[in-house]
T-cell receptor, first 114, second 113 residues
Framework: DTAVSQTPKYLVTQMGNDKSIKCEQN?????MYWYKQDSKKFLKIMFS???????INETVPNRFSPKSPDKAHLNLHINSLELGDSAVYFC?????????????FGQGTRLTVV | GENVEQHPSTLSVQEGDSAVIKCTYS??????FPWYKQELGKGPQLIID?????GEKKDQRIAVTLNKTAKHFSLHITETQPEDSAVYFC????????????FGSGTRLLVRP
């Protein structure tokens, strides 16, 4: 069973379009995240949700809107896509109420904006 | 905020040799330091972690050391194998006040057969 699954794995779209990436975790975790990995492999947190509540927003443009319908899902919607949005986006989850717990990552969604 | 620096950016070793990757962090309140391995086309996967109340931790061929005074921690891989080839990331977090991991810039390890 896949612990953290995100779809699609690849996404190619034109500038100006709106797209969504879905994420689901079956680990029973309370906390979910979105990370962005750029072409130089640098991983940076974008958002964090704990029990469906937004707790971290790392100055991400408001074209990016996360939605958490329940604590097992955290979807990422991106409006008006720009070339600079091309990256690999990773969803992750952890049991956020325990000290120093492992974050489990999905396989990533490679977004290419043309 | 926290800043994590990681060196080297690339590391090439002969199979059987040891590999060492070093990280420094800036926030003295950070108390959790995981290491992640990322293989091509996959998400990062935890390989070992250490908390600030421990100086060293070992798991088979992998060990991590932490120097809180100097604010640096290191990953040691002994008897390297070709399947150890991947990108390794260190990270730091203050799990008492934040749910986020701040990652280093990654080290691409190549183990030559």
């Amino acid at each position: 069973d896949t612990a953290v699954s995100q779809t699609p794995k690849y996404l190619v779209t034109q500038m100006g379009n709106d797209k969504s990436i879905k994420c689901e975790q079956n680990l029973g975790h309370d906390t979910m995240y979105w990370y962005k990995q750029d072409s130089k492999k640098f991983l940076k947190i974008m958002f964090s949700y704990n029990n469906k509540e937004l707790i971290i927003n790392e100055t991400v443009p408001n074209r990016f809107s996360p939605k958490s319908p329940d604590k097992a899902h955290l979807n990422l919607h991106i409006n008006s896509l720009e070339l600079g949005d091309s990256a690999v986006y990773f969803c992750a989850s952890s049991q956020g109420d325990q000290v120093g717990t492992e974050a489990f990552f999905g396989q990533g969604t490679r977004l290419t904006v043309v | 905020g926290e800043n994590v620096e990681q060196h080297p950016s690339t590391l090439s070793v002969q199979e059987g040799d040891s590999a060492v990757i070093k990280c420094t962090y800036s926030d003295s309140a950070s108390n959790y330091f995981p290491w992640y391995k990322q293989e091509l086309g996959k998400g990062p996967q935890l390989i070992i972690d250490i908390r600030s109340n421990v100086g060293e931790k070992k798991d088979q061929r992998i060990a991590v050391t932490l120097n809180k005074t100097a604010k640096h921690f290191s990953l040691h891989i002994t008897e390297t194998q070709p399947e150890d080839s991947a990108v390794y990331f260190c990270a730091a977090s203050n799990v008492d006040s934040s749910y986020k991991l701040i990652f280093g810039s990654g080290t691409r390890l190549l183990v030559r057969p």
